[in-house]
């Protein structure tokens, strides 16, 4: 069964919380109409690459409209305004984040569920680079997120925040003498590593097949945890 399936199905054996997290941000990451769907979605995938580059101001319905092959009132069709586009964009990447990371469930054992996050995130950000960079750099753009729909806003904030709880947790009980600053440092300093996947491959690791480099990470996040 794929995560989609998974979510149509209500998410079973998931938190309530994580539950109600990805219900909203589908609900945020809708369109204007039902109709069209691939277009809308494509719309929504090349909308984060260019608001990360270019800007929101630069960004123009025009050049959205050009990169999926649409004529710009055509646009109007899936999405009321630029806002629109940006916030249904944030909030699509991160529902896809949690779907394709947190969801997922991991056998039993002291650091497994860790271990599993992590090697879920650096796959995620090495098999969605364009967008995962672009939605990094938005979400840390409080500019940015000023033009975004306020409950958007709150609702990506609460996700991260989630997310960020669900990585201390596993980092303090499998480190369990640490102090609580120590196993915040250390769970901040995970999630930066994982996040920063997105650059790959790197020129000096270009040749490297991804399971390889995905393991070479994990080792970086196993010695930040003293293993």
């Known amino acids: 069964m794929t995560l989609d399936a998974i979510a149509e199905e209500g998410l079973q054996g ?3 919380e994580l539950s109600s997290l990805i219900t909203g941000l589908t609900e945020a990451s809708a369109g204007s109409v039902e109709e069209r769907k691939d277009t809308r979605e494509r719309l929504l ?5 260019a608001f ?5 101001k630069a960004t123009t319905i025009r050049s959205l409209a050009a990169a999926v092959k649409i004529t710009p009132g055509a646009v109007y069709a899936h999405f009321d305004s630029k806002e629109a586009i940006l916030s249904a964009a944030l909030a699509r990447a991160y529902r896809k984040f949690l779907l394709d990371v947190v969801v997922p469930q991991d056998s ?9 996050l992590c090697r879920r ?15 990094d750099t938005l979400l840390m753009n409080e500019t940015i997120l000023q033009v975004v729909d306020p409950n958007t806003v709150a609702l990506l904030r609460q996700a991260r925040a989630s997310y960020y709880e669900a990585i201390r947790a596993e980092v303090a009980q499998l480190r369990s003498e640490n102090a609580a600053a120590r196993t915040e440092i250390q769970a901040r300093a995970i999630l930066v590593l994982c996040d920063s996947a997105s650059a790959e491959p790197r020129p000096e690791t270009a040749s490297l097949d991804p399971e390889t480099v995905v393991r070479e990470y994990l080792q970086v996040i196993w010695h930040i945890l003293g293993h």
């Open 45 to 49: 995938a090349a909308a984060m690459p």
């Open 108 to 116: 039993p054992g002291r650091d497994a569920r860790l271990k599993g």
């Open 14 to 16: 998931v938190s309530d």
């Open 121 to 135: 995130h650096i796959k995620f950000q090495m098999e969605n680079r364009a967008v995962a960079a672009a939605s």
């Open 52 to 56: 990360a580059s270019d800007g929101f």
